[in-house]
């Protein structure tokens, strides 16, 4: 944990994946086969290969969009779930916004909240956002009534500027399902070894959670 993927060097034993963290040692670890669940987008600027992957394999994957990079994510925390006391679902959709996609987020523990993805474009920056939270409060009082007025806590969260999530190639909104799938595997030395396992990589499903299921069957499948 904690610990970052810089580089893939192959060794007469497999690969060996180098690791750092921003405190400690870097490390290393010794394996015959790497499942990567990194956005190919993501994959390909930020791993060193010892082996140069072919140049159409790196045009291949920074092609592929990263799913849903650029929106922002907001959580609103209440002391219970007093949407459900009115017999209501907490599931919402708008085109008005500021939250575009609602959801309710209790965890059965005791956590009453509700989660929303924001529509705001990434090119607005969060820093054109200083008043989110409170719109989106006042959006969840048209929709639930005045009991939203009072939350415990607003969460909000900028996928865009986090650069594990997105890169600069993400920041242009995405207004169609990208088709997923599609984007080169590792050719020669790194064929078998290296395998893409996240959702953009799944053949059916991609960009959605049942594709990081499916890339992930298909990826265990396909190691050796």
Same mark, same amino acid.
């Given at each position: 944990?904690?610990?970052?993927? *810089?580089?893939?060097?192959?060794?007469?034993?497999?690969?060996?994946?180098?690791?750092?963290? !921003?405190?400690?040692?870097?490390?290393?670890?010794? *394996?015959? #086969?790497?499942?990567?669940?990194?956005?190919?987008?993501?994959?390909?600027? #930020?791993?060193?290969?010892?082996?140069?992957?072919?140049?159409?394999?790196?045009?291949? /994957?920074?092609?592929?969009?990263?799913?849903?990079?650029?929106?922002?994510?907001?959580?609103?925390?209440?002391?219970? @779930?007093? /949407?459900? &006391?009115?017999?209501?679902?907490? +599931?919402?959709?708008?085109?008005?916004?500021?939250?575009?996609?609602?959801? &309710?987020?209790? &965890?059965?523990?005791?956590?009453?909240?509700? *989660?929303?993805?924001?529509?705001?474009?990434?090119?607005?920056?969060?820093?054109?956002?200083?008043?989110?939270?409170?719109?989106?409060?006042?959006?969840?009082?048209?929709?639930?009534?005045?009991?939203?007025?009072?939350?415990? @806590?607003?969460?909000?969260?900028?996928?865009?500027?986090?650069?594990?999530?997105?890169?600069?190639? &993400?920041?242009?909104?995405?207004?169609?399902?990208?088709?997923?799938?599609?984007?080169?595997?590792?050719?020669?030395? /790194?064929?078998?070894?290296?395998?893409?396992?996240?959702? +953009?990589?799944?053949? #059916?499903?991609?960009?959605?959670? +049942?594709?990081?299921?499916?890339?992930? !069957?298909?990826?265990?499948? @396909?190691?050796?």
């Amino acid at each position: 944990m904690e610990h970052r993927v *810089t580089a893939l060097r192959q060794t007469p034993q497999g690969i060996s994946v180098q690791l750092s963290a !921003e405190a400690g040692p870097d490390v290393a670890y010794q *394996t015959r #086969t790497v499942i990567c669940t990194l956005p190919p987008r993501l994959l390909a600027p #930020t791993v060193e290969f010892d082996l140069p992957l072919p140049e159409a394999v790196r045009s291949s /994957w920074t092609a592929v969009p990263t799913y849903m990079p650029g929106n922002a994510k907001f959580v609103a925390i209440y002391e219970h @779930a007093f /949407w459900r &006391d009115a017999s209501l679902s907490g +599931e919402g959709r708008s085109r008005v916004g500021p939250l575009v996609e609602i959801h &309710d987020a209790c &965890d059965g523990h005791g956590l009453a909240a509700l *989660t929303a993805f924001v529509g705001t474009p990434p090119q607005a920056g969060m820093g054109a956002l200083d008043h989110l939270c409170e719109a989106a409060i006042a959006q969840l009082v048209r929709l639930l009534g005045p009991a939203a007025q009072h939350p415990v @806590a607003c969460l909000l969260r900028d996928r865009a500027a986090d650069p594990l999530l997105a890169t600069a190639d &993400d920041m242009q909104p995405l207004y169609a399902h990208p088709q997923y799938g599609r984007h080169a595997s590792p050719p020669g030395e /790194w064929a078998g070894c290296l395998i893409l396992g996240g959702t +953009e990589s799944a053949p #059916t499903y991609g960009g959605d959670m +049942e594709g990081a299921l499916e890339a992930t !069957e298909v990826a265990v499948a @396909a190691a050796p």
